[in-house]
Nanobody
């Protein structure tokens, strides 16, 4: 069993900042990649930022404003969000692509989601 616990969402005014965290625990052998996705009402879930293999990638809409980082020792991924805009309002989900002990293939694990609301 693997658990992902998110924290750090909330309500912020436009131009403000938030930092999301997601910590994984349980039967983890290795983590290949981590990422943050978001889903706004009536829209599909979209990739916001990813980190893995020594590289990072970002959605065009957040480049220069968001930064993804990881603490491998703590199995934790972070998303620093600066210069927030009302269009960043969504439920944010963390994602770990990982291999559990005893498993033959990697799988995706998801956090429970955390609401980020940016007021104008």
């Amino acid at each position: 069993q693997v658990q992902l616990v998110e924290s750090g969402g909330g309500l912020v005014q436009a131009g403000g900042s938030l930092r999301l965290s997601c910590a994984a625990s349980g039967n983890i052998f290795s983590i290949n990649a981590m990422g943050w996705y978001r889903q706004a009402p009536g829209k599909q879930r979209e990739l916001v930022a990813g980190i893995g293999g020594g590289s990072t990638n970002y959605a065009d809409s957040v480049k220069g404003r968001f930064t993804i980082s990881r603490d491998s020792a703590k199995n934790t991924v972070y998303l620093q969000m600066n210069s927030l805009k009302p269009e960043d309002t969504a439920v944010y989900y963390c994602n770990f692509r990982l291999l559990e002990r005893g498993a033959w293939s990697v799988r995706d694990a998801w956090g429970q989601g955390t609401q980020v609301t940016v007021s104008s």
